[in-house]
C-alpha cells in the first residue's frame, strides 16, 4: 500500500509531461493502470476559433495524452502487463457542429488508441477507450479573451 500523492500535471503543457512521468516512476515504480481522463474543449464556429486555439485543444487532447502514454509504455512493456485507458467522446465518433477543433482532436486520439490496442497485444498490454455521450463539464471562465470559451 503507497501513501497518495498528489502530482499536478497541465496535460496541455507538453514539455512537462515526461518529467511529470518519470517522477510517478521514480515515486512508485511502475504504472499499472494510466487513465488519460483530461480534455478541453471550445464551442465555436471554425472561422472563429484561431489556429492558436485549435493547436491548444489537439495539445490538451491528444498530444497530451499520447505523450503521457510514451513516457509511461516503456515500463509496461518490459514488466508485460499493464492497462491504458482513454476516455474520450462520443465526439470522437462523429463530428458535432461548432465543436470542430474538439470532434478533430477527439478522433485523432481514437485512431491513436485503436493503433496502440492491436501493437500491445504481443505484450500483453490492455488499452480501452470510452467514448461517453454528453457530460457535465466544469466551465472555465478566466479574464480575457477566447479562453472564456474553453471548457476543461
Known amino acids: 500500500t503507497y501513501a497518495p500523492k498528489l502530482i499536478l500535471l497541465d496535460i496541455s503543457d507538453i514539455s512537462c509531461i515526461r ?3 518519470k517522477e510517478i516512476l521514480n515515486c512508485y515504480g511502475c504504472v499499472d493502470i494510466l487513465i488519460n481522463n483530461a480534455s478541453m474543449k471550445v464551442k465555436g464556429a471554425v ?3 484561431s489556429l ?3 493547436k491548444k485543444i489537439m ?3 491528444y498530444f497530451g495524452p499520447i505523450t ?3 513516457a509511461i509504455l516503456p515500463n509496461m512493456i518490459s514488466r508485460r502487463t499493464g492497462h491504458i485507458v482513454l476516455i474520450n467522446s462520443i465526439q470522437g465518433k462523429i463530428g458535432i457542429p ?3 477543433a474538439y ?3 477527439k478522433h485523432a486520439a481514437v485512431g491513436f488508441f ?3 490496442r492491436a501493437e500491445m497485444e504481443e505484450f500483453d498490454i490492455s488499452v480501452s477507450s470510452v467514448n461517453p455521450t454528453f457530460i457535465c463539464s466544469y466551465h472555465r471562465q478566466p479574464a480575457g479573451n477566447w479562453e472564456a470559451s474553453i471548457w476543461k
Open 103 to 105: 470532434a478533430a482532436s
Open 98 to 100: 461548432f465543436r470542430a
Open 59 to 61: 495539445d490538451a487532447n
Open 47 to 49: 472561422q472563429s476559433i
Open 52 to 54: 492558436e486555439l485549435d
Open 114 to 116: 485503436d493503433c496502440l
Open 19 to 21: 518529467d511529470v512521468a
Open 68 to 70: 503521457l502514454t510514451k
